[in-house]
T-cell receptor, first 112, second 115 residues
Framework: KNQVEQSPQSLIILEGKNCTLQ??????????LRWYKQDTGRGPVSLTI?????NTKSNGRYTATLDADTKQSSLHITASQLSDSASYIC???????????FGDGTTLTVKP | ETGVTQTPRHLVMGMTNKKSLKCEQH?????MYWYKQSAKKPLELMFV???????ENNSVPSRFSPECPNSSHLFLHLHTLQPEDSALYLC??????????????FGSGTRLTVV
């Protein structure tokens, strides 16, 4: 069964600090991995998408990495801001049916 | 705005009411989806439509009835709901059913409260 596991479940950091969120998956055959940011009560918004051949991708202060061999991804947030407080969701898609498996998300709280 | 518009943003309904959620996308996508997100829980896929045809029903109770008149519009008709159906209902679209692989665009959601 395809699975996507995210850690930690929740994280609290101080404004200005960096943090790293983890995503491990068993989805196969792998097509791509996406990170979404979901503010409370809103729909998820795409941050990055990476295919098999890409091992790093940045979007402003967000940098995602992918190790397709170990089936691990991370999302690094630099110089956190209060507006980074949200749930971060990892989504992994398989190639054949195009089906996607969602992780449970990591809830990040940035405090002043 | 993401290009996927959901209305209403908030809805409170009684268990005997009938209401509908609406989703509209202007991205030229072929596939549309309904997701349910209960409090502090991950997204749950409900329905998938590709070129107006339903391709996936994730064992959703019949009190939820989707309708997709064209590739740009998606509705979720609600009737005789239960309090546990209270949740954030999210609509998403993508370029083709297999194009789910290339990313979803989500709407802002409808916050539904069943009283």
């Amino acid at each position: 069964k395809n699975q996507v596991e995210q850690s930690p479940q929740s994280l609290i950091i101080l404004e200005g600090k960096n943090c790293t969120l983890q995503c491990n998956y068993t989805v196969s055959p792998f097509s791509n991995l996406r990170w979404y940011k979901q503010d409370t009560g809103r729909g998820p918004v795409s941050l990055t998408i990476m295919t098999f051949s890409e091992n790093t991708k940045s979007n402003g202060r967000y940098t995602a990495t992918l190790d397709a061999d170990t089936k691990q991804s991370s999302l690094h947030i630099t110089a956190s801001q209060l507006s980074d407080s949200a749930s971060y969701i990892c989504v992994v898609s398989e190639t054949n049916a195009g089906k996607s498996t969602f992780g449970d998300g990591t809830t990040l709280t940035v405090k002043p | 705005e993401t290009g996927v518009t959901q209305t209403p943003r908030h809805l409170v309904m009684g268990m005997t009411n009938k209401k509908s959620l609406k989703c509209e996308q202007h991205l030229g996508h072929n596939a549309m989806y309904w997701y349910k997100q209960s409090a502090k829980k991950p997204l749950e896929l409900m329905f998938v439509y590709n070129f107006k045809e339903q391709t996936e029903n994730n064992s959703v109770p019949s009190r939820f009835s989707p309708e997709c008149p064209n590739s740009s519009h998606l509705f979720l008709h609600l009737h005789t709901l239960q309090p546990e159906d209270s949740a954030l209902y999210l609509c998403a679209s993508s370029q083709g059913d297999r194009g789910r692989s290339f990313g979803y665009t989500f709407g802002s959601g409808t916050r539904l409260t069943v009283v």
